[in-house]
T-cell receptor, first 113, second 116 residues
Framework: GAGVSQSPSNKVTEKGKDVELRCDPI?????LYWYRQSLGQGLEFLIY????????KSGLPSDRFSAERTGGSVSTLTIQRTQQEDSAVYLC???????????FGQGTRLTVV | AQSVTQPDIHITVSEGASLELRCNYS??????LFWYVQSPGQGLQLLLK??????LVQGIKGFEAEFKRSQSSFNLRKPSVHWSDAAEYFC??????????????FGKGTKLSVKP
């Protein structure tokens, strides 16, 4: 597609439920990132995929968070047993991975009630 | 520790006035430096980047930034602000891994308001 696409754009879930957030990167981009943007916390790095290399998971806040990238394209971020502090905008970005620009999606606004 | 500091949380300038948004970083490796803008309800848009070479970089929408290694700074400037520039601005730093871009560390952002 023309840009990074994320779905859903908004998600309201009950505390304790699992959620899946999807990211479709720009075609041909080998690098994919997930970030979280919370009020007062700025943008936090979560996870980074680069080609077939093992992902950099150093930013995942707990073992309730996981992400996968199938076929080097679409990525899914899964949050299990959601908590209210998980409420945030989850941003996905992709790039060519060659020191090129990172293009961000519009984000998924997650609200845990 | 790696970090990015944007000292100003909120700045208000008059339309037509000049603008400078400050960014200081702490980074052990050779940094890539970025400025992004986020308008209300919108995603992040890249304004400009610095990888190497000329320390004064030009970006979109009339913005420029200057990398000063001795001061660990990468301040964003615009000579004449337009009302449409009202948004939140984020400075970010990333690593150079053989040309590949690793994860970015973002500052907490500076919110820009523009007075008519």
């Amino acid at each position: 597609g023309a840009g990074v696409s994320q779905s859903p754009s908004n998600k309201v879930t009950e505390k304790g439920k699992d959620v899946e957030l999807r990211c479709d990167p720009i075609s041909g981009h080998t690098a994919l990132y997930w970030y979280r943007q919370s009020l007062g916390q700025g943008l936090e790095f979560l996870i980074y995929f680069q080609g077939n290399s093992a992902p950099d998971k150093s930013g995942l806040p707990s073992d309730r968070f996981s992400a996968e990238r199938t076929g080097g394209s679409v990525s899914t971020l899964t949050i299990q047993r959601t908590q209210q502090e998980d409420s945030a905008v989850y941003l996905c970005a992709s790039s060519t991975g060659q020191g090129d620009l990172a293009f961000f999606g519009q984000g998924t606004r997650l609200t845990v009630v | 520790a790696q970090s990015v500091t944007q000292p100003d949380i909120h700045i208000t300038v008059s339309e037509g006035a000049s603008l400078e948004l400050r960014c200081n970083y702490s980074y052990g490796a050779t940094p890539y430096l970025f400025w992004y803008v986020q308008s209300p309800g919108q995603g992040l848009q890249l304004l400009l980047k610095y990888f190497s070479g000329d320390t004064l970089v030009q970006g979109i929408k009339g913005f420029e930034a200057e990398f000063k290694r001795s001061q660990s700074s990468f301040n964003l400037r615009k000579p004449s602000v337009h009302w449409s520039d009202a948004a939140e601005y984020f400075c970010a730093v990333g690593a150079v891994y053989g040309g590949s871009q690793g994860n970015l560390i973002f500052g907490k952002g500076t919110k820009l308001s523009v007075k008519p």
